[in-house]
């Protein structure tokens, strides 16, 4: 995965579904795994490229876990020249010490989102971009189905009653190993998040299914996501299920 592909899927997803317009203030949601910074890398590098002319912070919430690092997102930050926003929060110790959540992921999920919203409104965004990918996309339905009885997944692009702003998710079109490499080949050390629950979730469990099917069945994935645009779960177009490369690559 070279950063010219990485672009051209990044950019064949924002092209489809008209995330990004001139002038747009875009507030990067940076958590310091490597989906976050992959996004900014992706977005960075397409300012460069998209005739959109458009702005760019990445905004990261402190959850307050003792063990979590930010040096890579500055680093990435730094070399883009992409200010770095911090939101301190107690959302950590409010989920594992006063709920003791016993699955904590998705409180966590909306109360992050919701601290991450109201940054980008306060900093002047009007757009925030989320580094969720397609087997994202896959997991999400598998837990909606599995843990909440309905079948629903997240939306390519979306609109934030409450903050205003309008959610994007360029990274739509890339598959999780896509990303993996790409950060292998570029050098990309994610950093530490210092959650106790990593790798101890209901979204772990599904990770594990679908790689264990997989041995059998190579192109699970890929068949599920198709289903999900042919079954109109969400907004996605039957065209996204091609993984064929796209031809319209930016100029390097």
């Given at each position: ?208 299914l679908l790689r264990s099917l997989s ?38």
């Amino acid at each position: 995965m070279t950063t010219k592909t990485l672009l051209s899927f990044a950019r064949r997803a924002i092209q489809d579904y008209d995330m990004i317009s001139d002038g747009d203030v875009i507030g990067v949601g940076i958590s310091g795994g490597k989906d976050s910074l992959v996004l900014l890398t992706a977005l960075a590098e397409l300012r460069r490229f998209l005739p959109q002319k458009f702005t760019l912070h990445a905004i990261h919430v402190d959850l307050g876990f003792p063990d979590s690092t930010l040096n890579e997102s500055r680093r990435i930050c730094k070399r883009y020249d992409v200010p770095l926003h911090t939101v301190k929060t107690e959302i950590g110790k409010i989920i594992f010490e006063e709920r003791k959540e016993k699955n904590p992921c998705s409180l966590c999920s909306k109360m992050r989102r919701g601290a991450l919203g109201r940054a980008a409104a306060e900093l002047g965004c009007n757009v925030l971009a989320l580094g969720h990918h397609r087997d994202d996309v896959v997991e999400t339905l598998l837990l909606n189905l599995f843990y909440a009885g309905r079948i629903a997944t997240f939306e390519p692009k979306s609109f934030l009653d409450r903050s205003g702003l309008m959610l994007i998710r360029p990274l739509i079109y890339l598959e999780e190993k896509d990303i993996l490499y790409f950060c292998t080949k570029q050098e990309i050390r994610p950093d530490k998040s210092g959650c106790p629950a990593d790798e101890k979730t209901h979204r772990e469990e599904i990770k594990q299914l679908l790689r264990s099917l997989s041995k059998e069945n190579r192109d699970i994935t890929s068949k599920i996501f198709g289903a999900i645009c042919r079954a109109n779960v969400s907004t996605f177009r039957e065209v996204q299920t091609s993984r064929a490369e796209p031809t319209d690559h930016p100029t390097e």
